[in-house]
């Protein structure tokens, strides 16, 4: 079978095609033929060397998530997991960009059948993120919410689920056209920071108290402008460096609010959760997914040959949705 594999950190020119032995499932394990993997930003700074988990070379394998059709269902799989041969289902697995992979049945998600499987490859990092940060938050009907990188895949499912429960959400962008669509999704505010000061607009709109908790994904001065945007008792979550700069922490308002900031990893939720806490969020995903409660949108695909081409056009500004791979 066809594998995207790399063998040295770098850009997407490091990925090559290679032939490997179809997997074979060990006990608790399916292997799935994969259809589709998304792009996401995980995925390009793995390549780079520069994830939470490092690449082992020779061949490491690429992809954390992705979707296809259980093909072979091994050994000690207890029928109360209801799955089978040839049925629908989104993971999560180490080397999802490639033709087959396996993966432990207890793991995979049906995909709801209003759902393709572009959409439903991107059912589990960013839903999960999305589903498990606001819990962590535990906002209020009215309390205000400020997303640095607002029209990210992740953010827009956070806006659509904040929405849904009165949270009141200030978002920021660096493109005009984005401004638009993400009041249309039901952001109350959103902040355009080429030509405006997140600091200044935030503090206009809550009136001075600054806002309940930030999700911060961009670091630089966007990240020291939503630190100093946190209102009493705020909590932020750090857990992304779309500017790759680090923020400065404003000592004042951090001595007289005492917001907590921390960051906020899904691997690391994943490792340390019960199995009850994730079937809650897994249950939680399902339904607002097949709800359609939130959207899973796709910009564009190329077929696993050209991953390579993918990753390059997923480091594009102004996407609208997320680059996806077919991989079968
Ligand atoms: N810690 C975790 O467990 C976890 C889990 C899931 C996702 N994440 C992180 O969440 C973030 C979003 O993921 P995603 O899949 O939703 O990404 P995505 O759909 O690819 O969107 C990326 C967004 O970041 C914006 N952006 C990129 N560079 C920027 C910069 N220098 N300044 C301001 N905005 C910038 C882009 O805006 P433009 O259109 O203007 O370029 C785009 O809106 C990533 O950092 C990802 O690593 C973390």
Redesign the pocket.
């Known amino acids: 079978m066809k594998q995207i594999v790399f063998n040295q950190p770098g850009d997407a020119d490091v990925l090559t095609v290679k032939d490997v032995p179809v997997p074979e499932p060990k006990a608790g394990e399916v292997r799935i033929k994969v259809k589709a993997a998304?792009?996401?930003?995980?995925d390009?700074?793995f390549i780079q060397g520069v994830y939470?988990i490092s690449p082992q070379f020779p061949d490491s394998p690429v992809g954390f998530e992705g979707a296809g059709e259980i093909d072979v269902i091994g050994t000690g799989i207890g029928s109360g997991l209801k799955i089978a041969q040839g049925q629908r289902v989104a993971f999560a697995a180490l080397g999802t960009w490639s033709e087959y992979v396996v993966a432990p049945a207890i793991s995979l998600l049906p995909i709801p059948d209003n759902l393709s499987f572009e959409e439903g490859a991107?059912f589990f990092?960013?839903p999960?993120?999305?589903v498990?940060?606001l819990d962590e938050v535990a906002l209020k009907k009215g309390d205000w919410l400020l997303l640095?990188?607002?029209?990210?895949?992740?953010?827009?499912?956070v806006i659509q689920l904040a929405q849904k429960a009165g949270v009141r959400v200030i978002g920021?962008?660096?493109?005009t056209e984005?401004v638009q669509p993400l009041l249309d999704l039901g952001a109350e505010a959103v902040v355009n920071?080429e030509e405006d000061s997140l600091a200044d607009r935030v503090k206009s709109l809550t009136e001075g108290k600054g806002v309940q908790a930030c999700f911060e994904?961009?670091?630089?001065d966007?990240g020291t402008q939503a630190i100093a945007s946190l209102g009493k008792d705020a909590t932020m979550l750090?857990?992304?460096?779309?500017?790759?700069?680090e923020a400065k922490i404003s000592y004042g308002p951090t001595i007289f609010r005492t917001p907590t900031i921390k960051?906020?990893?899904?691997?690391?939720?994943m490792e340390e959760s019960s199995v009850r806490a994730k079937a809650r969020a897994a249950k939680q995903v399902y339904n607002m997914v097949k709800q359609g409660d939130v959207t899973l949108d796709v910009e564009k695909t190329f077929p696993l040959a050209q991953a390579s081409k993918a990753v390059t056009y997923?480091?594009?500004?102004?996407?609208t949705?997320?680059?996806v791979i077919q991989c079968g």
């Open positions: 998304p792009v996401n930003p995980s390009v700074v939470g991107q990092v960013n999960f993120t999305a498990t940060m640095t990188a607002a029209f990210s895949s992740l953010n827009k499912m920021t962008v660096r493109r984005q920071t994904s961009v670091g630089g966007i750090i857990y992304g460096l779309m500017s790759g700069e960051g906020f990893w899904l691997s690391r939720w997923s480091t594009q500004s102004g996407r949705g997320k680059v």
